[in-house]
């Protein structure tokens, strides 16, 4: 859904209920010009001033795995047209729909052109956008070791269960493989088309006492590239070393964070770099009382955040909003807060380019391995792992959450012994300046989480998740608040 106001936000929206379709088609999604042939009859259907048309194929096999056997597998096939209308500029409309016979198709347009025509009050603007032909960065992230792998249900998943219950563990896990296409559509001759591959595999092999557990995973564009036997024998072993924990006090302390620990500290970033959130004072990067802190040091002199729709590990759809093109773009470099995402309307209203929210990020400014990192750290507490991460303040970003699945003491330069878990209270904007050491960079796993409510391309939190791209690290001062009876 987008509106053509002044900040692109205050768009109505309605929505017809969702019945299941099926498309006959060779391909696993929408090809070019079927998705393109799609557009163009719901185009020539539609007769507002301003029309556009999102069209969202997705092919997707979700396994989950509990108690050492397969719990569900879901085979979906979704597809989602938005069809978004206005007239002059007093806001726009959109209706979705996933059916494709043409009265439903009618239907939708006509229901979106009513509601936008019936929209009154003074116009959201003075301004207007001309939405033409577009340029877009080659980006590609479609592989075929991928749709081979969606085509049957992986022999992988198998042998993970037997690896963590050969092991004396329970396996509790998930296995996703996803195709997907996008295009989007106007009447003043805009046409693009994006596909992509994704992968995830994670696994927790947990104590059938409940005493212990480990969780490791591996996600990336390229099936091939994941080894589903490694994620097992992984995970296996951090329960293994996390066996019969003892309980520390917690406080503040070095923490070494492995890069599935810093990805779900700092996934829920990317809405922070909204320009015009930031300069009513809505996030953390605002300047108060008033701006923001573009040209201001935020973050460690080490630390550069670039977003990259070409990126091969976090790499995204080349087009948003209504089909204009995205950039690469260094958010933060060394440190300094260089760029924020200004939308259309009111990127022109402060004179700055067009810049969606990043989709996706790459963290980087270090190389020292997680090993080095033990040896180097007198005492401290290793994360393998943090679940249940919500925003207790978003100005400042605070995030409360618990470390899970490995957590262990480590002094004079090795691992001590496994500990009891920690809740804690921190925020990105405080540990990522009180770095101490970082590692490459990987893509890392974040999980599964169940569909969110909001449908289309996708959320921050509905898998397939944004790929983020982030090193272990090192941070002193990290805020462990309490113990928890939890593994």
Known sequence: MRARGVFSRRARRVTIPRIASTLSIDAPVLTREQAHDLARKVLRMAAADTVDIELVHTRRQMTRIAGNRVLTGDDGDELRITVTTEYGLKGSVSMATNQIDDVTLQGAVMRAQGAARALSGAPHSLLTISEGPQQYLPVDLWRDASIAALSERPSAITEMIDVVRTAGFVAAGFVGIMARCAATMNQNGLESYYRETDCECTMQARAEDGTSSGWHGQANRDWAKIDPHVVAATAVGVARRGANPKAVEPGRRVAILTPIAVVQLVHLMTTAYDALETDVGQTPFSKHPSGNKIGLRVFDRNLTISSDPADPDGGYRPDFHGGLPESKLTWVENGVLTNLAYSP????????PYAGDPWSFRMSGGTMSIEDMIKACPEGILVNRVSNIEVSNALTGVVTGLTCDGC???KQGRIDHPVKNFR?????????????AMGVPVRAALGYTPPAAAEGYGDVTAWPRRPIIVPPMMVQDFNFTSLVEAV
């Open 408 to 410: 262990f003491l480590v």
């Open 345 to 352: 309307l009111y990127g022109v209203t402060q004179g700055k």
């Open 424 to 436: 804690f209270s921190d925020s990105p904007w405080f540990f990522l300046n009180n770095i101490l």
